[in-house]
């Protein structure tokens, strides 16, 4: 599996191979991408109350310099498995909400 990072304000791959163990620092902003076939496990701590979780969509359409967010989803997490669905599909139906304010691009809904 992949983890994409954003650190020192730039977009960074850590590719994590089988029976290896990554350990994310707290706050950093990343998606961890499972390839086909494949099984991961992540671990996470149990979130006190009142923490706050982000969600960040970034542009990549724009040939930005550096990390450029369209969108950030602020909420406090209970449960990913039911909490993240209706926050992806507002992105994928809203099409204004994809668009970099920075650029005018429409990033795609997946």
Same mark, same amino acid.
């Given at each position: 599996m992949v983890v994409k990072i954003v650190e020192n304000n730039?977009? =960074?791959?850590?590719?994590i191979k089988e029976g290896e163990m990554f350990l994310l620092p707290a706050?950093?902003?990343h998606s961890p991408c499972r390839f086909a076939d494949?099984?991961?496990?992540?671990?996470e701590r149990?979130?006190?109350?009142g923490s706050l979780d982000r969600m960040r969509w970034y542009c990549? =359409?724009?040939?930005?310099p550096e990390p450029t967010m369209i969108r950030e989803e602020v909420f406090h997490c209970v449960d990913l498995g039911i909490q993240l669905k209706?926050?992806?599909q507002?992105?994928?139906?809203?099409?204004?909400?994809r668009r970099c304010g920075k650029c005018g691009a429409i990033e795609d809904p997946k």
């Amino acid at each position: 599996m992949v983890v994409k990072i954003v650190e020192n304000n730039e977009f =960074k791959d850590i590719p994590i191979k089988e029976g290896e163990m990554f350990l994310l620092p707290a706050n950093t902003p990343h998606s961890p991408c499972r390839f086909a076939d494949t099984i991961g496990l992540v671990m996470e701590r149990k979130r006190p109350e009142g923490s706050l979780d982000r969600m960040r969509w970034y542009c990549k =359409k724009g040939n930005h310099p550096e990390p450029t967010m369209i969108r950030e989803e602020v909420f406090h997490c209970v449960d990913l498995g039911i909490q993240l669905k209706p926050i992806i599909q507002k992105w994928q139906s809203d099409e204004e909400s994809r668009r970099c304010g920075k650029c005018g691009a429409i990033e795609d809904p997946k």
